[in-house]
């Protein structure tokens, strides 16, 4: 995928007649090859959707630590991640969701409040939704925060996030996970919350397709 004169790799898998396509937004330290997203991506896939995995930095810019927290930085790569896909004409009319987990959740939002005609749902897993800062009152597709209940501070920043989101928003609290949710069958929640959301305004956006 290239933004700008940069390549990012990435791995875009598209069903026949998708429904949607889900960009995942990694956390801090993470990649494309994340495994919790790339099981959350299958499960998308076994909706009929498409999914757009790719990585946020480059080698040389991932050694930099601090790039890995410059939600500015990592939301224009998801934004570039948006516009890349409407290059490409058999996609720029597809319904798109953002899928982001810690840091990576926070540059979804930010791309979401961004490009507010382009973006149908977002789903917030184990994120920093705080971290978006001014950018959050300003996002208008509909909202899923996904958090574990043993994910205790976390917990906490998303509930005083759902206070300023203005957008469909919802809270789902998974019993059991803890922030990367490694705990058994807490994934598998988490994913199928996850596909419901968009599935839903996915069809929405179908239903609508001028909006």
Not at 76 to 87: C, M, P
Not at 93 to 105: C, Y
Not at 134 to 148: E, K, S
Request: proline letters at 4%; hydrophobic letters at 45%.
């Amino acid at each position: 995928m290239l933004v700008g004169d940069l390549a990012l790799p990435g791995e875009l898998s598209l069903p026949g007649n998708a429904v949607g396509i889900v960009i995942f937004a990694h956390g801090s330290g993470s990649s494309r090859h994340s495994v919790r997203n790339q099981f959350v991506a299958r499960v998308m896939q076994s909706y009929g959707m498409g999914t757009l995995l790719f990585d946020l930095l480059t080698d040389s810019e991932a050694v930099d630590r601090a790039n890995v927290f410059d939600i500015d930085l990592l939301g224009q790569r998801v934004i570039s991640a948006l516009i890349w896909l409407d290059t490409r004409a058999d996609l720029a009319s597809t319904p798109v969701g953002l899928f982001g987990a810690s840091t990576g959740a926070t540059a979804a939002l930010v791309a979401a409040a961004r490009m507010p005609a382009r973006v149908q749902a977002v789903v917030s897993r184990g994120g920093r939704p705080d971290l978006a800062g001014r950018h959050l009152v300003d996002v208008r597709a509909p909202t899923l925060l996904i958090v574990g209940t043993e994910d205790r501070e976390v917990l906490s920043l998303n509930q005083a996030a759902m206070r300023v989101l203005q957008c469909p928003k919802k809270m789902e609290v998974v019993t059991g996970a803890s922030d990367l949710f490694e705990e058994p069958g807490t994934l598998d929640v988490a994913a199928g919350l996850a596909g419901h959301w968009f599935e839903s305004h996915f069809l929405e956006k179908g239903l609508h397709p001028g909006t």
